[in-house]
């Protein structure tokens, strides 16, 4: 199993900009998640999903758009990037159920907005 | 919203050296995971611990949820435990998790 991975590793986009990070796992997870990263800061959760055709907000949702499709993507989308969203972006998953289990990250992806 | 709190923000040891590392969290929770951060940035499961102690090679973990903390032992540390150290807490549905502020440890030969 590749895990989860994430596309791409790099990004620098201008203010204003949209793109689309990528979050696959192979795993047949439910549950995938979405956080960010701030320097000298944890993780925070931006949008979340426990299956195929629902998502949820998290703590910091606002400026990024969610959809998930199939159970094994998971795109967080920028409309119009900004500053401010500049940092590192990590997806996870988890089988999803009672108990809870542990979640399994993805690499990260770095962005830089300027 | 739940506040999860990690002790000591810094941390410097010698190589050999063993340490604990705190997390507190004021509300009751579902459940509790450490991670490694290393200095890549890669985010690594340490240990998933509701409750009770949990041993990994020179690492521990004791959750005691009716106290609300959690400690991770590192004992006779490398210089390869460097990174920073999360707690982070299970709350509500969806498998959501609340990270702590972290611990950066710097292991020095």
């Known amino acids: 199993n590749a895990g989860v991975t994430q596309t791409p590793k790099f990004q620098v986009l201008k203010t204003g900009q949209s793109m689309t990070l990528q979050c696959a796992q192979d795993m047949n997870h439910e549950y995938m998640s979405w956080y960010r990263q701030d320097p000298g800061m944890g993780l925070r959760l931006i949008h979340y999903?426990?299956?195929?055709?629902?998502?949820d907000q998290g703590e910091v949702p606002n400026g990024y758009n969610v959809s998930r499709s199939t159970t094994e993507d998971f795109p967080l989308r920028l409309l119009s990037a900004a500053p401010s969203q500049t940092s590192v972006y990590f997806c996870?998953?988890?089988?999803?159920?009672?108990?809870?289990?542990?979640?399994?990250f993805g690499p990260g992806t770095r962005l830089l907005v300027l | 919203g739940i506040q999860v709190e990690q002790s000591p923000p810094d941390l410097i040891l010698q190589e050999g050296a063993n340490s604990t590392l705190r997390c507190n969290f004021s509300?009751?929770?579902?459940?509790l995971q450490w991670f490694h951060q290393n200095p890549w940035g890669q985010l690594i499961n340490l240990f998933y611990i509701p409750s009770g102690t949990k041993q990994n090679g020179r690492l521990s973990a004791t959750t005691v949820a009716t106290e609300r903390y959690s400690l991770l032992y590192i004992s006779s540390s490398q210089t390869t435990d460097s990174g920073v150290y999360f707690c982070a807490v299970f709350t509500g549905g969806g498998n959501k998790l609340t990270f702590g502020t972290g611990t950066q440890l710097k292991v020095e030969l």
């Open positions: 996870a998953s988890t089988p999803g159920g009672y108990p809870v289990e542990t979640q399994y």
């Open positions: 509300d009751s929770v579902n459940n």
């Open positions: 999903s426990v299956g195929a055709g629902i998502t």
